[in-house]
């Protein structure tokens, strides 16, 4: 779909833009094109698309994926939808809200791809629920602000490395990523965007039934920033337990969360675990 059709339909009164819902849709071809190739899609590929708005995502994904399911909260795009690609025998469209979606509908996801332009204000939350889940998407190649994707690409000593890194990394490998300027949206969002790929990991760094304790770690270690991490985690463990952890780690006592790898976060969940 081109900027022309798509102002078309917009003009044409049928359907007002809500702010609240990040509806900046993407026309510019190229960045569909990318996106779509970085998903490296087969016909015998399932994708879920999150929020396909006016469609121009969907109509590649459909093309080229086996299947498509496409979750929209907005009723008056899902009905717009509804016709413009009634032709699409391999959609499957959901008028419901994502993040409850995925929630409310644990399933296994594990041979899913997820390609999406996300709405930004539920991009962070949609993504972790993804990843926790037990059999987690074997690819994400999302649309995000580019804040965010610097989040989710970012390692040890970087200002954007913390929560959503870790619990995102615990999972997947950050790929590459690409920028995508705001004149590709309409309307243009007021932050710069990017497209991130990231995958799977073949070797899980920890048990899934790990996974809620590693979390519980991070978050506590990222509390407080500035504050020695084992300060903070004298909270929930007793202090001759981490002192024994860290050092077998070669962890300084006084060193904080942000310098404490993905790797050495895993390897202490496992020694914190133990009884
Ligand atoms: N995929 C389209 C594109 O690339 O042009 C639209 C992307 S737009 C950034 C985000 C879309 O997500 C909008 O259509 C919006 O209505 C929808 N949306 C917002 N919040 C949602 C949610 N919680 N669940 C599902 N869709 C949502």
Request: hydrophobic share 40%.
């Amino acid at each position: 779909m081109k900027l022309t059709e798509m102002r078309q339909i917009l003009s044409s009164g049928q359907i007002q833009l809500t702010k609240s819902l990040g509806q900046n849709f993407l026309h510019d071809q190229n960045q569909l094109r990318r996106i779509v190739d970085a998903a490296e899609l087969t016909n015998t590929d399932q994708v879920l698309e999150i929020g396909p708005g006016l469609g121009p995502l969907t109509e590649l994904l459909i093309a080229r994926a086996g299947t498509v399911l496409a979750i929209e909260k907005d009723r008056r795009l899902v009905d717009f939808l509804r016709q413009y690609l009634a032709t699409a025998t391999n959609l499957t469209l959901l008028g419901d809200d994502a993040l409850d979606y995925v929630r409310r509908e644990p399933r296994d996801w594990a041979n899913w791809k997820l390609v999406a332009n996300l709405p930004y204000s539920v991009a962070s939350p949609i993504l972790v629920e993804l990843a926790q889940a037990r059999s987690c998407p074997q690819r994400i190649v999302v649309t995000l602000q580019l804040e965010v994707a610097r989040r989710l690409m970012a390692r040890t000593d970087d200002d954007d490395y913390g929560i959503l890194s870790l619990l995102m990394q615990l999972r997947y490998e950050p790929q590459n990523h690409f920028k995508i300027p705001p004149e590709c949206f309409f309307p243009p969002p007021d932050v710069d965007s990017a497209c991130v790929v990231l995958i799977r990991r073949e070797q899980p760094l920890l048990p899934t039934e790990q996974h809620p304790m590693f979390e519980r770690l991070v978050k506590l270690s990222f509390s407080q920033r500035r504050k020695m991490m084992l300060k903070l985690l004298k909270r929930d463990w007793p202090v001759e337990k981490l002192t024994a952890a860290f050092e077998q780690l070669g962890l300084s006592p006084q060193i904080r969360a942000e310098k404490v790898s993905l790797e050495q976060f895993a390897r202490l969940t496992e020694l914190l675990e133990t009884k």
